[in-house]
């Protein structure tokens, strides 16, 4: 495993790297590329909300079918027990598709169905991202405490009213920070991403390393380091607010 | 017609954990009634049935003269509003402010849309504010709930519940998280409200004496059966050494009570 020529070209490997690239003109062509891996991970971790939010609520247990917030409605009514137990196997097959196939795979599929540039990268993250995100969300609001939403719901509010009222407040905090966690994914996906020709910061990558110039390859990579460590930043700080 | 109608009411767990058995209960409008008992006899879960929380497993249960059992959608909801509902752990929601525990009243009365924007915007500051000054405790609207204490807590629970305006109360041991100094209180805060705005009230109530003290009718709940249902004058020592006699040792009385108060049944 670890031969002594094979040892000998990791190290020329290292070595190769340095220093980094910081030739302006280098510089001045990844300007356009670093916009755009901010807007894909941006745009695709907003379309991942808004697939994830919906479903995963309906694919929550204890907002559809089970628990205390359900026994008197779904019990003793046939019909409503099955539109909701439909509902939630829908919404949790669809994650389930969703999240199965890697984004790297539906950045494939998109770049072939609407051409390359970064639209096909924002519906890859946009779709496989979702999966994970309604996923994650559906445990997140399984694991709430359940006193305060009985109570909401008593009081005759309907499960809208009382998720608004008693289930968000309750997980504000995990929910937006696995977003921001997400999001981050997201940035560090984009480089994967250009690698099939859907835009951004990868596709320079792969630019780069084609041309054997590992100078560049280096410049790039410090700049998705930097560009991660900034949104773990402005993630540390928006939960503290919360 | 009587404000609660129960005729035979059972309530079986999942686990075949018999908490209610063939109950019957009439209780007239603006009756004040105190339900006394050891833990695990099945009081909380009879409250869970009263407010239409929990669904009977058998028996038939009218309220108002309604019959409840199999209503759905709006029309539960409908039902639900009219009976408010006082938790042993004040179930308020810890990261909100005052005001919107306070304000979540209405939630039975407002829209979907009108609850929202209350949210972002309280609509309804001076109802709020009416129900925490009578409550005692109006400065502390805007605050959040998670930094008050636990007797102030419960009174956020009552404003809350003055706010909903019901007809009935359903206070399920209201004092027992509460200091015992304020214990009789918060209970006589309580009977003075319904008093005063001829609601019915029924509390769950740990201590006998208080029960004694304030409520002109008492009920006697062990495993799941009424044991007695009679003015506080002509309940004995002997009826109260039945009442709570070998009832289980403090392990298992905790072991239950975890079980009737629903931990497992809300997954």
Redesign the interface.
Known sequence: MFEIEGRENLWKFFIGMFPPELSWNFLSLLFRPFLETIQISMMGTLIAVGIGFPFGLLGTR?FMV???LN???????PS?FALRWSGYFMARGVLSLFRSIPEFVWAFMFVRAVGLGPFPGVLAIGVAYGGMLGKVYSEIFEGVN???L?????????K??VF???WL??V?PNFVSYTLYRWECAVRASAILGLVGAGGLGQQIEISMRMFNFHEVLTLLIILFLMVAAVDYISAKVRAIL | MAQYHLENITKIFARRQVAVKGLDLKVQKGERVALIGPSGAGKTTLFRMLNCTLRPTSGRLWIDGEEVVNLHGKKLREVRRRIGTIYQQHNLVPRLKVIHNVLSGQLGRWSTMRSLISLVRPTNTDLAMKALSLVGIGDKIFSRTDELSGGQQQRVAIARVLVQNPEVILADEPVSSVDPSLASSIVSLLIEISQNTHKTLLMNLHSVDLALAYFPRVIGIRKGVPLFDLPPDKISDHLLEDLYAGHLSPNQQEKFAEEESGNLVYQ
């Open positions: 204890t089970g628990g205390v026994e008197a409605d779904v019990k003793g009514s409503r359940y006193r305060p009985e109570a909401l719901q008593s009081t005759g509010a309907n809208m009213q608004f009222y008693g407040p309750q504000l």
